[in-house]
């Protein structure tokens, strides 16, 4: 994200008259009952200069007076939340796969599209045959899409490459993107997504080129986090063992694709390496989700995918009474759950996966910050942390439950500055 030039006057904006300013609080995971605890404060004011939130008023606090050397935002007596966070995407992709879908309603599984040359290998080729500026001008429409949902960050995945230069060129998207918007793009490197076919029958050799070859220009190009789906039909406890070391070694920070087809060890093996999330945990056994906690691993659950493809839901609700930490991402992919919609998935939380208003409220605010690495600058309305905000077009923020399914997104603010209103993205 592009930062204020130091040398100009301070940009101070004030939103003032805040029917509701609901947050989470603090700079660190919640888990157990504090996930259900939110500061729901009325008639509030908030002062943000240069990006940052400098303090939080009652109603006329700023402005009362100096009001001509600031930026007001009138909030009409509606809720204020954090900005949502989207911690689990992959958004950089070329190609569609509709056909898929259509497949899928017609009894085929998941797996079996896969073995026929559809599924990761099918939008590998498709992305792979993608110029630089095609992919980046699709992966920006979904951003512009996100945001107009309440989005201010997001986390996307490269792995729809498998080769170096592949890539890498989904790496560039996102760090140029992260530049160019004004929202927080959280690269990560997935080159273990998938075998990729031309190494069908050398799968050891594949992960040794991750290993050896990729990861590091990876590190290099802006990568933060190394992903791996540790999954049956995927790779191996023992082949994203290998692939998360690596990673840490270059400084990159693990996460893991664990335990969505079948419990093979993902949530065992994200503890042991101290992964910053483990994001499906369908399948994953409740030992392993134990040492998750003990380890302070958060449990990032994608409820679009499960429904996409009619497998259970994840357990949000055990986890959360046994004290895990939980986030909510979209997994925005082409294949298994095309979807970014923050109001479907706020749907599914509350009625299919027994979360609480608050509790999904927390999940993706400050949860879903920490997940991304970012818990100490947004996530929450705190002097301090970014002046990242949605206003949200309700009497009352359990409307965003209450009114199923509804994109409530009327305005979102970055860093002090509205990015969207009702009309479109202004970038």
Not at 225 to 239: K, M, S, Y
Request: proline content about 4%.
């Amino acid at each position: 994200m592009n930062e204020t030039d130091s040398t100009n006057e301070k940009n101070r904006t004030i939103v003032k008259n805040i029917g509701q300013l609901v947050t989470p609080e603090g700079s660190e995971a919640q888990f157990g009952s504090e996930m259900n605890r939110l500061s729901v404060s009325r008639q509030r004011e908030i002062l943000i200069e240069d990006g940052t939130i400098r303090e939080i008023g009652s109603q006329g606090d700023f402005t009362g007076s100096n009001t001509d050397e600031a930026s007001v935002v009138d909030a009409e007596g509606e809720p204020v939340l954090p900005g949502f966070i989207d911690p689990h995407t992959h958004f950089v992709f070329s190609g569609y796969r509709a056909e898929e879908f259509q497949m899928r309603l017609e009894g085929k599984s998941y797996e079996e599209i896969a073995e026929e040359g559809g599924g990761i290998a099918r939008s590998v080729r498709s992305t792979r045959k993608a110029g630089f500026a095609e992919l980046k001008r699709e992966a920006k429409g979904r951003l512009r899409s996100m945001v107009g949902l309440g989005v201010t960050a997001v986390e996307g995945k490269t792995g729809y490459g498998l080769d170096k230069d592949t890539e890498l060129k989904q790496l560039r998207v996102m760090t140029e993107l992260n530049e160019e918007t004004p929202l927080d793009v959280r690269p990560t490197f997935l080159g273990a997504h998938s075998v990729p076919e031309e190494y069908a029958d050398r799968r050891e050799e594949y992960v040794d080129s991750i290993v050896e070859d990729i990861a590091p220009l990876a590190a290099e190009r802006g990568a933060e986090f190394c992903d791996v789906f540790c999954d049956r039909g995927a790779f191996t406890v023992e082949e994203s063992r290998k692939v998360l070391k690596r990673g840490k070694e270059l400084g990159l920070v693990p996460k893991i694709h664990a335990d969505e087809i079948a419990g093979i060890g993902g949530a065992e093996l994200a503890a042991e390496v101290g992964a910053i999330s483990a994001d499906h945990l369908l399948k994953a056994s409740e030992d392993g989700l134990r040492r998750m906690k003990e380890n302070g691993v958060i449990a990032v659950l994608l409820p679009l995918t499960a429904f996409s493809l009619q497998e259970k839901y994840a357990r949000g609700r055990w986890m959360i009474d046994h004290g895990l930490p939980v986030s909510l991402a979209t997994d925005l992919n082409p294949g298994s759950c095309y979807s970014e919609s923050i109001p479907l998935l706020f749907s599914l939380a509350t009625l299919y996966m027994d979360l609480t208003i608050e509790e999904t409220i927390t999940a993706l605010t400050l949860n879903a910050a920490a997940a991304v690495d970012m818990a100490d600058r947004t996530g929450t309305i705190e002097p301090g942390k970014q002046g990242d905000l949605v206003v949200i077009d309700a009497p009352d923020y359990r409307h965003l439950a209450y009114h199923i399914g509804a994109n409530l997104a009327k305005r979102v603010i970055k860093s002090g500055e509205t990015i969207w209103q009702k009309g479109g993205p202004n970038f």
